[in-house]
Each structure stands twice: as C-alpha cells, then as structure tokens.
C-alpha cells in the first residue's frame, strides 16, 4: 500500500470535490445581499475559491461597482451536512486565469460552453462555516 492510499481523505476536501450546485451572495450597491447558484472550485493549497462566469453578469458587476476587497460568500449543502467559504472577490479576465479556472470547473463539473465574455471570481478564503470545515484550520 502506498502512502497515499493510506492517507484517508480529507472530508472537507472531498466535500468540495464532489458535483453539486452551490450558491455565491454578493453585495448590491445599495447593501442588499444577491444570492444565486454557481459552480464553485476551490484549491485547499491556496485558499481559492473560484467561480465562472459572464463578464456582464448581475454578481461581476457587483463586485466591480464593490471595488477591491469585496467580501462574498459561497456555500453548498448536502442533507444536514453544509460548508460555507468566505473571503474577499476579485474579479480577473486575463486569458491564463480564465483558462485555469474553466479547466478546474470541468473536473468538477462538465466542460463548460464556450463564452467570449468569460470572467473568473477568485474568493481568497478566510473563514470556513458549516459542519463539514477543513481539519488545518
């Protein structure tokens, strides 16, 4: 048995590895909370969680009217077991960020459909809710 294959998997990690819908809360302009369901990858070695999406999309353009350092959550649930990731957004549309996160939503999810107008939400995670949180923290 290799070493690997005897490190049990992290719960936490796996939960996030596995498909499921899950949902991003942003911030109108005027304070009011926008909640819709996304797609979310998260790296457990950065910090990182990531969403695609439209660059004209209701939640890109309230990050961008927020500025930098918009704070925004993402959370999934499964039965009585949930997990919520919050942090701050920036919102990036250079070709090798966009990339990246297309190839880490296909290994969760599917191959996601063409879009010109593709843009990525990096959450730089800082707090972790839910009954499912990662051991390290």
Not at 68 to 76: E, F, M, R, Y
Request: glycine letters at 6%.
């Amino acid at each position: 048995m290799t070493a690997a294959a005897a490190t049990p998997a992290d719960p936490f990690e796996e939960f996030w590895r596995e498909r499921r819908v899950c949902f991003l809360t942003t911030s109108r302009p005027d304070g009011t909370p926008h909640l819709v369901p996304v797609g979310v990858t998260y790296d457990p070695a950065t910090r990182t969680a990531r969403v695609i999406s439209s660059a004209g999309s209701k939640k890109v353009r309230n990050l961008r009217a927020a500025g930098p350092g918009a704070t925004v959550a993402v959370s999934q649930v499964d039965g009585r077991r949930w997990s919520t990731l919050e942090g701050t957004a920036v919102v990036r549309d250079d070709p090798a960020s966009v990339a990246d996160a297309e190839r880490r939503y296909a290994a969760r999810y599917r191959q996601p459909r063409p879009n010109p107008e593709r843009v990525v939400v990096e959450i730089a995670v800082t707090r972790v809710l839910g009954t499912v949180r990662p051991h390290t923290w």
